[in-house]
């Protein structure tokens, strides 16, 4: 069976989350981090509060919190319903159920919700999409896509892959892309196309130590030192 959402719905991963899918370190965690699509995630709202520099853009903070808190609650038994309907391909060793992981991602979510309105007023939470940012060139250290290049295939064209990961790389050193696989858990036909494109200096597919999409433990870290590939 499919997955078949209809729209790319809010659905927040943890702290914790992050630094298992993006390999992050303690000393990256200092550097300034740009989150693409970050949506509901708790990243931001934990790592800034350890000290961190982390600024996420997304088109959903448009809304208003009680406004993204009600497309939260219209979207969350869909997409637990969805995911119990194709549990085959997920990996139930860290999170054993769908109702342990309805509560996982509710926790992370209501962290956002806790710090939106003041990450707004702080600048933390960006109304901006890919691939056009409202940021400088090399502002960041590190960019990051969760969840949503390359697991929206079907949805988004392979140009829109290009131009986002170019701007990823205009508005920082170095892009990081997890998982490298579709939403029905294939690998995306789109991963080597980019490689080919951008040239394999500089890229590599890393292995990581997180897994709930089977096949999904792996992440794809573009390094941008002198800028030409990101503007060309």
């Known amino acids: 069976m499919a997955l078949k959402y209809k729209n790319v719905v809010p659905w927040g991963r943890s702290y914790d989350e992050y630094l298992r899918m993006f390999d992050l370190?303690?000393?990256?965690?200092?550097?300034?981090?740009l989150g693409c699509g970050d949506g509901p995630a708790s990243f931001n709202s934990v790592c800034n509060k350890r000290g961190g520099r982390v600024i996420?853009?997304?088109?959903?903070?448009n809304l208003t919190k009680e406004e993204i808190r009600k497309r939260i609650s219209e979207?969350?038994?869909e997409v637990l319903e969805q995911t119990w309907s194709n549990r085959e391909k997920f990996r139930w060793d860290v999170i054993?159920?769908?109702?342990?992981?309805?509560?996982?991602?509710?926790?992370?979510m209501e962290i956002f919700l806790a710090s939106y309105e003041e990450g707004k007023k702080e600048g933390r939470y960006i109304e901006a999409s890919l691939p056009d940012l409202p940021f400088r060139d090399r502002e960041f250290d590190i960019a990051l896509s969760s969840h949503?290049?390359?697991?929206y295939t079907d949805n988004l064209s392979y140009d829109f892959h290009l131009r986002s990961i170019r701007e990823m790389l205009?508005?920082?050193?170095?892009?990081?892309i997890f998982p490298l696989l579709e939403i029905n858990a294939d690998r995306s036909p789109y991963v080597e196309r980019i490689i080919k494109?951008?040239?394999?200096?500089g890229i590599k597919v890393r292995k990581v130590n997180y897994e709930f999409q089977i096949g999904g433990n792996e992440m794809l870290i573009i390094k941008n030192s002198d800028g030409e590939k990101a503007r060309r």
């Open 197 to 201: 494109e951008l040239g394999p200096e």
């Open 170 to 176: 205009r508005v920082a050193k170095e892009a990081r």
């Open 96 to 108: 054993k159920s769908t109702e342990e992981l309805g509560r996982t991602r509710m926790e992370a």
């Open 56 to 61: 996420s853009a997304d088109p959903l903070y």
């Open 75 to 77: 979207t969350y038994d």
């Open 25 to 33: 370190t303690e000393a990256e965690l200092k550097l300034k981090i």
């Open 148 to 151: 949503f290049l390359f697991l």
